[in-house]
Nanobody, 124 residues
Framework: QVQLVESGGGLVQAGGSLRLSCAASGRTFRSTAMGWFRQAPGKEREFVAAINWSGSSTGYGDSVKGRFTISRDRAEKTVYLQMNSLKPDDTAVYYC?????????????????WGQGTQVTVSS
């Protein structure tokens, strides 16, 4: 069992930066792949970034490549999403997810646990 709590969301101007955190509890965290997804009103949940169990492999959605960076601190059981050069189109609720597997996936079906989400709003 893994519990996930996101934090770090807020309101930022276009071009600014935010860092999201996802604190995990549960003894299996160290062997799980983790991901970030986002969902804007009226849209489907979208893949943002993911990282494998060791941190040696990462993946990003096309819309955030070069701007967002995912990382994890296995000792602290925390996953981070550094978001730079934010755009109004990045406005959404951002969700952290954990997988039973050790390899990351860009699909929501690849994850077994989800956090409650944190709102990110980018003003123009």
């Amino acid at each position: 069992q893994v519990q996930l709590v996101e934090s770090g969301g807020g309101l930022v101007q276009a071009g600014g930066s935010l860092r999201l955190s996802c604190a995990a509890s549960g003894r299996t965290f160290r062997s799980t792949a983790m991901g970030w997804f986002r969902q804007a009103p009226g849209k489907e949940r979208e893949f943002v970034a993911a990282i494998n169990w060791s941190g040696s492999s990462t993946g990003y959605g096309d819309s955030v490549k070069g701007r967002f960076t995912i990382s994890r601190d296995r000792a602290e059981k925390t996953v981070y999403l550094q978001m730079n050069s934010l755009k109004p189109d990045d406005t959404a609720v951002y969700y952290c997810a954990a997988s039973y597997g050790s390899s990351w996936s860009g699909n929501t079906r690849g994850y077994d646990y989800w956090g409650q989400g944190t709102q990110v709003t980018v003003s123009s």
